[in-house]
């Protein structure tokens, strides 16, 4: 179970918004968050909309701000579920929409980050990929980004979790978040490792995509079982697979192939062999995911009791 109070819900009112709006229901409603709707406004910006304008959800008094008591509010969530979760407004003025929300981020104390990741025509600053990134590189805490839909995707429950790791000691910080996360949407995991092809320039006179060593995807295919081997107390299907190639293509792939609707991920991995969960491999992964993506700080805040993994 994720200790969470508190989510950030970044917005500018768009469809997209309300699609991660969604998201943010379910969570609030299984943990008995608090949301804090976030609006960042940037010079050019012009005047403000409606805070609610966009959401389902019981308008805000006029009134409401940062100070102001959160009002209990009648939401729809993901899944379809309805109830009544707190939510604050708040609304500040900012340069920049990420810097903005990551200082917020770390002078509340925030637990989660729940935001879309593009807005609409002439609001898009504050939803934009770019902004996304940003904020999944620099928030003190995890991030749930949900991608503008495209097709028959969009606004679906999640069905299946898509957890990439780099076999690294914050693997297991990784997997417990993603396993709360399954069981709160009663879905199975697949857990995928990729072992990372290694190229060489061709001044080196060398084959410029060189395979890896044998037995080194072998040895990852072991080390994936122990690790899902400690898991406990987790009642849905976990799968595991190793693939061999560049992560965060690979990973994406996978989850279209698959059909995931979240991918957990780390931010941070370690150097070396597995060294694929950079900031960069996520960010990418945050980009262009067909589903949402929940990233989490290898060494930020967690919403799950850090454990020691076994040598």
């Known amino acids: 179970m994720l200790d969470m109070d508190s989510i950030l819900f970044p917005t500018d009112f768009s469809s997209v918004a309300e699609d991660a709006f969604a998201h943010a229901a379910h969570l609030a409603l299984q943990y008995g968050a608090t949301i804090t709707v976030f609006n960042a406004v940037t010079p050019g910006d012009g005047e403000?909309?409606?805070?609610?304008?966009?959401?389902?959800?019981?308008?805000?008094?006029e009134d409401a701000t940062?100070?102001?008591?959160?009002?209990?509010?009648?939401?729809?969530?993901?899944?379809?579920?309805?109830?009544?979760?707190?939510?604050?407004?708040?609304?500040?003025d900012s340069d920049s929409p990420a810097t903005g929300i990551i200082d917020y981020a770390m002078e509340h104390d925030t637990d989660l980050v729940v935001m879309g990741t593009h807005g609409r025509k002439g609001m898009d600053r504050l939803l934009s990929g770019s902004?996304?990134?940003?904020?999944?590189?620099?928030?003190?805490?995890?991030?749930?980004?949900?991608?503008?839909?495209?097709?028959?995707?969009?606004?679906t429950p999640i069905d299946r979790v898509l957890v990439p790791v780099d076999l690294s000691e914050q693997s297991t910080l990784v997997l417990d978040h993603a396993t709360a996360l399954a069981t709160a949407y009663g879905a199975p995991i697949d857990l995928l490792h990729v072992v990372e092809e290694t190229a060489f320039p061709t001044a080196y006179g060398m084959d410029p995509l060189t395979s890896s060593h044998p037995d080194v995807q072998e040895?990852?295919?072991e080390a994936l079982k122990a690790l899902a081997a400690e898991i406990e107390d987790f009642d849905e299907p976990l799968?595991?697979?190793?693939?061999?190639?560049?992560?965060?293509?690979?990973?994406?792939?996978?989850?279209?192939?698959?059909?995931?609707?979240?991918?957990?991920?780390?931010?941070?991995?370690?150097?070396?062999?597995?060294?694929?969960?950079?900031?960069s491999v996520a960010e990418k992964v945050v980009r262009s995911a067909p589903c949402p993506v929940f990233t989490v700080k290898s060494f930020g805040k967690s919403l799950v009791p850090r454990r020691e993994r076994e040598a």
């Open 239 to 279: 799968n595991t697979h190793t693939l061999t190639g560049y992560a965060a293509r690979d990973i994406v792939d996978f989850a279209e192939e698959y059909a995931a609707d979240l991918i957990v991920m780390a931010t941070h991995g370690r150097t070396g062999l597995q060294r694929f969960l950079i900031g």
């Open 219 to 221: 040895r990852a295919r």
């Open 48 to 61: 403000g909309s409606n805070p609610m304008e966009f959401l389902p959800v019981t308008p805000v008094t």
């Open 131 to 155: 902004v996304a990134e940003e904020v999944v590189r620099g928030a003190p805490c995890p991030v749930f980004t949900v991608l503008a839909p495209s097709g028959e995707r969009g606004d």
């Open 66 to 92: 940062e100070d102001a008591p959160a009002q209990r509010v009648e939401v729809q969530t993901v899944t379809q579920e309805r109830g009544t979760v707190p939510v604050v407004y708040t609304q500040t």
